[in-house]
């Protein structure tokens, strides 16, 4: 799994509906891909807070957001990086 297709599981990771073999490549990329670790991390408390202070539910705005948020922090941070 490349950082790209980590991005693109991320919403159905979230969700709890990433499919178990697609679950298992986002795991280990996980573990060998420093940058995706902490973006996730990030993601982890984001939702965290947002749990603690409203629903348990995210709203797909917020999923939305958080993509493009990310997209836009991943390519300042790998500009030389292929999408
Ligand atoms: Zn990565």
Not at 55 to 66: D, F, I, N, R, S
Request: aromatic fraction near 8%; charged fraction near 30%.
């Amino acid at each position: 799994m490349k950082c790209e297709e980590l991005l693109a599981a991320l919403g159905d990771y979230l969700d709890g509906s990433l499919d178990p073999e697609v679950y298992e490549s986002f795991r280990e990329h996980l573990e060998g891909c420093c940058p995706c670790e902490v973006v996730i991390d990030n993601i982890r408390q984001t939702i965290t807070l947002y749990k603690c202070g409203q629903t348990v539910e995210l709203p797909c705005e917020l999923h939305q957001h958080l993509r493009h948020l990310l997209r836009e922090r991943w390519e300042a941070m790998f500009p030389s990086q292929e999408a």
